[in-house]
């Protein structure tokens, strides 16, 4: 391993709280790694921040009719309190509202305009709000995304499929501030030349290859983190806007740039950058030695929906720049859902941080439990989903009645039995701690890989198998038979160094209830370097807990949730049941979509609408959403590009009859000319049926 690490992650937008999604995806399996990290003994820091720019934070400061330094001081706040209080342990959590981060951000602008090479300028058309006399930021601009259809997407990315778009690509264009459909006009932009970087980008992603030497283990990253950077390189680098017009941001600092900013996805990774050098101005260190050094390694905590920006975009930006280490590894999570849904503010759906800690406010593991919960359902390679039922079963199964027992009973029966003190073991008990300590080198390896909830996991193996082993051994029925038996002795040492196994190995998951194991253990805080000591002991077959060592009096680690005796902590959760199940009620009784205005009846004779059937489907290639189809409307057959590849398999859909909008103008969908419309009809859930004409009707009849 490395002699320093600088560990990222990603900056969250101070436009809002944080939800339970945000928690799972970047922060807490970064505190589980860098937590570890530190009890090796490693000199890391990790650096977070606000994300103070762009115009996402003025688009909420309008809704909330407060200025944006308003809104980043209230979020930045709360998400940092938060934050805190779940135990997510930054070195520095920063703001790229900070002159540090400014001046940062100009200098990387400066040296790579300086350069020259890495940026062109453009003039463009960009469009404009007449009615607000200004040029339209990307996340202001909404319309139809010209890829699935999807009626909501924004200037710079359609949510639904995920697709990377530019304003003019908008079907339907409208601006968010006055609702009305923007004009064009003419506007100057700074572009970096992300296509002169694809090749190197190429062998550094797909083989780890950089400057001819090998950088890192490409098979160490996940698969999707891979297949999403290889799909963008696939379809070919394109120069970035590196510059907006908006009146929030930090200016451009180069002449003639009066109004404009440098693009929120240019500054803000550089955000990294300037808290590190806050943190070492604070500390007195060198930040130079974290990002620059060749014994320093860089990984970046993201979600997946921030790849890209973090794989090739920021990488790109540090090699043009030059002396900059890039990523050895981006364990990027995919998305957590709650309830089976996803998070969804606008509706009220799911649940905030903040929140969290306020419903649970009187619950004593409120912060273990939820960190937890998350970890063991963590959405490492896939999509995941948050569920109360889990959640009460995670802690009250997993963390009261396997760790939580297996360490009472360890204490209680120690201090019955030997007044407290680890006894002297009457033989070899290393033996005997054989396969714990193969539980324990899993779960190291788990942690060195990312693979967090297996190692979670694993550390509830090892509690299992000290469960196990003190049952089977049944010390109680020993010592009512002949309480001098040296059997007894063995039983308690070895399960005492199984607890302050635990002490160690549940810090990182879990480290409001760790000082509590680390007490009852007779042993001090953990410190840096405290699990390396350990591991090395164990390689020496040295006890972790020696004989005559004073361990503490028992004390209650977890009040189960679902307890009979006490039903409060299952209220809670039953309340936030009850919330959901009137969220879905509300959606169950909404209104349908309003009639749209009238028409005349000229205008629907316009619309040649046609019986058809589905000779042949098939996936078009890099959309998930699209389907090709081959429809036969009786006196041709149609190509038809349609968004419903998330509610039907291609497969399943030959013979199936359709009504066809048929004189619908062409268009080309990802290099397909889709001739034509599919009729369906979508529910409250989103999901899609087909119209069609009874079987048999025939194809290619009008319909009136």
Same mark, same amino acid.
């Given at each position: 391993?490395?002699?320093?690490?600088?560990?990222?992650?990603?900056?969250?937008?101070?436009?809002?709280? &944080?939800?339970?999604?945000?928690?799972?995806?970047?922060?807490?399996?970064?505190?589980?790694?860098?937590?570890? &990290?530190?009890? &090796?003994?490693?000199?890391?820091?990790?650096?977070?921040?606000?994300?103070?720019?762009g115009a996402a934070i003025t688009i909420r400061a309008k809704k909330e009719g407060i200025s944006p330094q308003e809104i980043i001081d209230k979020y930045h706040g709360l998400n940092k309190q938060t934050f805190q209080q779940l135990g997510i342990s930054f070195d520095i959590y920063h703001r790229t509202s900070a002159p540090i981060h400014h001046e940062t951000a100009q200098d990387f602008f400066t040296t790579l305009y300086n350069k020259g090479g890495e940026f062109e300028e453009r003039e463009?058309?960009?469009?404009?709000?007449?009615?607000?006399?200004? =040029?339209?930021?990307?996340?202001?601009?909404?319309?139809?995304?010209?890829?699935?259809?999807?009626?909501?997407?924004?200037?710079?990315?359609?949510?639904?499929?995920?697709?990377?778009?530019?304003?003019?690509?908008?079907?339907?264009?409208?601006?968010?501030?006055?609702?009305?459909?923007?004009?064009?006009?003419?506007?100057?932009?700074?572009?970096?030349?992300?296509?002169?970087?694809?090749?190197?980008?190429?062998?550094?992603?797909?083989?780890?290859?950089?400057?001819?030497?090998?950088?890192?283990?490409?098979?160490?990253?996940?698969?999707?983190?891979?297949?999403?950077?290889?799909?963008?390189?696939?379809?070919?680098?394109?120069?970035?806007?590196?510059?907006?017009?908006?009146?929030?941001?930090?200016?451009?600092?180069?002449?003639?740039?009066?109004?404009?900013?440098?693009?929120?996805?240019?500054?803000?990774?550089?955000?990294?950058?300037?808290?590190?050098?806050?943190?070492?101005?604070?500390?007195?260190?060198?930040?130079?030695?974290?990002?620059?050094?060749?014994?320093?390694?860089?990984?970046?905590?993201?979600?997946?929906?921030?790849?890209?920006?973090?794989?090739?975009?920021?990488?790109?930006?540090?090699?043009?720049?030059?002396?900059?280490?890039?990523?050895?590894?981006?364990?990027?999570?995919?998305?957590?859902? =709650?309830?089976?849904?996803?998070?969804?503010?606008?509706?009220?759906?799911?649940?905030?941080?903040?929140?969290?800690?306020?419903?649970?406010?009187?619950?004593?593991?409120?912060?273990?439990?939820?960190?937890?919960?998350?970890?063991?359902?963590?959405?490492?390679?896939?999509?995941?989903?948050?569920?109360?039922?889990? =959640?009460?079963?995670?802690?009250?199964?997993?963390?009261?009645?396997?760790?939580?027992?297996?360490?009472?009973?360890?204490?209680?029966?120690?201090?019955?039995?030997?007044?407290?003190?680890?006894?002297?073991?009457?033989?070899?008990?290393?033996?005997?701690?054989?396969?714990?300590?193969?539980?324990?080198?899993?779960?190291?390896?788990?942690?060195?890989? =990312?693979?967090?909830?297996?190692?979670?996991?694993?550390?509830?193996?090892?509690?299992?198998?000290?469960?196990?082993?003190?049952?089977?051994?049944?010390?109680?029925?020993?010592?009512?038979?002949?309480?001098?038996?040296?059997?007894?002795?063995?039983?308690?040492?070895?399960?005492?160094?199984?607890?302050?196994?635990?002490?160690?190995?549940?810090?990182?998951?879990?480290?409001?209830?760790?000082?509590?194991?680390?007490?009852?253990?007779?042993?001090?805080?953990?410190?840096?370097?405290?699990?390396?000591?350990?591991?090395?002991?164990?390689?020496?077959?040295?006890?972790?807990?020696?004989?005559?060592?004073?361990?503490?009096?028992?004390?209650?680690?977890?009040?189960?949730?679902?307890?009979?005796?006490d039903d409060s902590r299952l209220q809670i959760v039953n309340r936030q049941k009850e919330k959901l199940e009137a969220i879905e009620a509300a959606d169950q009784a909404q209104e349908r979509e309003p009639i749209k205005p009238n028409i005349e009846f000229d205008d629907f004779t316009k619309l040649d609408l046609r019986t058809g059937t589905i000779l042949a489907a098939e996936?078009?290639?890099?959309?998930?959403?699209?389907?090709?189809?081959?429809?036969?409307?009786?006196?041709?057959?149609?190509?038809?590009?349609?968004?419903?590849?998330?509610?039907?398999?291609?497969?399943? &859909?030959?013979?199936?009859?359709?009504?066809?909008?048929?004189?619908?103008?062409?268009?080309?969908?990802?290099?397909?000319?889709?001739?034509?419309?599919?009729?369906?009809?979508?529910?409250?859930?989103?999901?899609?049926?087909?119209?069609?004409?009874?079987?048999?009707?025939?194809?290619?009849?009008?319909?009136?």
């Amino acid at each position: 391993m490395s002699k320093r690490y600088i560990v990222t992650s990603a900056l969250p937008y101070a436009n809002g709280a &944080l939800h339970l999604g945000h928690l799972a995806g970047a922060y807490l399996p970064a505190d589980i790694y860098v937590r570890y &990290l530190r009890l &090796l003994g490693k000199d890391v820091v990790w650096v977070c921040g606000s994300d103070e720019h762009g115009a996402a934070i003025t688009i909420r400061a309008k809704k909330e009719g407060i200025s944006p330094q308003e809104i980043i001081d209230k979020y930045h706040g709360l998400n940092k309190q938060t934050f805190q209080q779940l135990g997510i342990s930054f070195d520095i959590y920063h703001r790229t509202s900070a002159p540090i981060h400014h001046e940062t951000a100009q200098d990387f602008f400066t040296t790579l305009y300086n350069k020259g090479g890495e940026f062109e300028e453009r003039e463009q058309e960009q469009y404009y709000d007449e009615d607000y006399d200004q =040029f339209l930021a990307d996340r202001y601009i909404t319309g139809t995304c010209p890829k699935c259809g999807h009626g909501a997407a924004f200037g710079d990315q359609c949510e639904n499929c995920g697709s990377d778009l530019s304003p003019t690509e908008l079907i339907d264009p409208k601006s968010t501030l006055s609702g009305k459909a923007p004009t064009l006009r003419k506007t100057t932009h700074w572009y970096f030349k992300l296509d002169k970087h694809e090749d190197w980008l190429r062998d550094w992603i797909d083989k780890g290859i950089l400057d001819g030497k090998t950088h890192h283990d490409p098979k160490a990253w996940k698969r999707h983190v891979v297949g999403q950077c290889l799909s963008w390189l696939d379809g070919g680098l394109q120069p970035r806007a590196i510059t907006r017009d908006l009146d929030w941001g930090i200016p451009v600092p180069v002449e003639n740039a009066e109004g404009k900013v440098l693009y929120v996805w240019f500054d803000a990774p550089i955000g990294y950058i300037s808290a590190t050098r806050e943190w070492a101005k604070q500390n007195g260190k060198n930040w130079e030695d974290y990002w620059k050094s060749e014994d320093s390694e860089l990984i970046h905590f993201i979600g997946k929906d921030n790849i890209v920006f973090h794989c090739i975009v920021f990488p790109a930006m540090l090699k043009a720049y030059g002396g900059y280490n890039l990523p050895v590894n981006v364990p990027a999570n995919q998305f957590l859902n =709650f309830e089976g849904e996803k998070f969804s503010k606008s509706r009220g759906w799911g649940l905030e941080q903040h929140q969290y800690l306020e419903e649970f406010k009187d619950f004593p593991n409120k912060e273990d439990a939820l960190r937890y919960a998350l970890t063991r359902n963590m959405p490492e390679n896939r999509d995941a989903d948050f569920k109360w039922d889990e =959640f009460v079963d995670f802690h009250d199964k997993e963390l009261a009645d396997n760790l939580g027992n297996f360490v009472n009973r360890v204490i209680v029966l120690s201090n019955k039995y030997f007044e407290g003190t680890v006894p002297t073991p009457n033989t070899d008990t290393y033996s005997i701690l054989a396969p714990a300590l193969e539980i324990v080198d899993r779960i190291v390896q788990d942690l060195d890989r =990312f693979s967090f909830r297996t190692a979670a996991q694993g550390v509830m193996e090892l509690s299992a198998w000290g469960n196990a082993y003190l049952q089977d051994a049944a010390p109680w029925a020993l010592y009512k038979a002949n309480p001098e038996d040296p059997a007894i002795r063995d039983i308690m040492f070895t399960g005492l160094q199984v607890v302050a196994l635990l002490s160690l190995l549940t810090a990182p998951f879990i480290p409001f209830t760790s000082p509590k194991l680390r007490r009852l253990a007779g042993l001090p805080e953990l410190e840096n370097g405290d699990l390396q000591k350990a591991l090395e002991q164990l390689a020496n077959k040295e006890p972790l807990l020696p004989a005559g060592h004073k361990i503490g009096q028992p004390e209650l680690l977890f009040a189960k949730i679902h307890d009979r005796k006490d039903d409060s902590r299952l209220q809670i959760v039953n309340r936030q049941k009850e919330k959901l199940e009137a969220i879905e009620a509300a959606d169950q009784a909404q209104e349908r979509e309003p009639i749209k205005p009238n028409i005349e009846f000229d205008d629907f004779t316009k619309l040649d609408l046609r019986t058809g059937t589905i000779l042949a489907a098939e996936k078009m290639p890099k959309a998930n959403k699209l389907l090709k189809l081959t429809v036969d409307i009786g006196s041709e057959k149609r190509t038809v590009v349609s968004g419903i590849a998330k509610f039907f398999k291609p497969e399943d &859909l030959p013979g199936q009859t359709v009504v066809l909008v048929a004189n619908l103008a062409p268009r080309k969908l990802r290099g397909v000319e889709s001739q034509g419309m599919v009729l369906m009809a979508e529910n409250q859930e989103g999901e899609l049926a087909f119209v069609h004409p009874q079987d048999g009707f025939g194809n290619g009849w009008i319909v009136r």
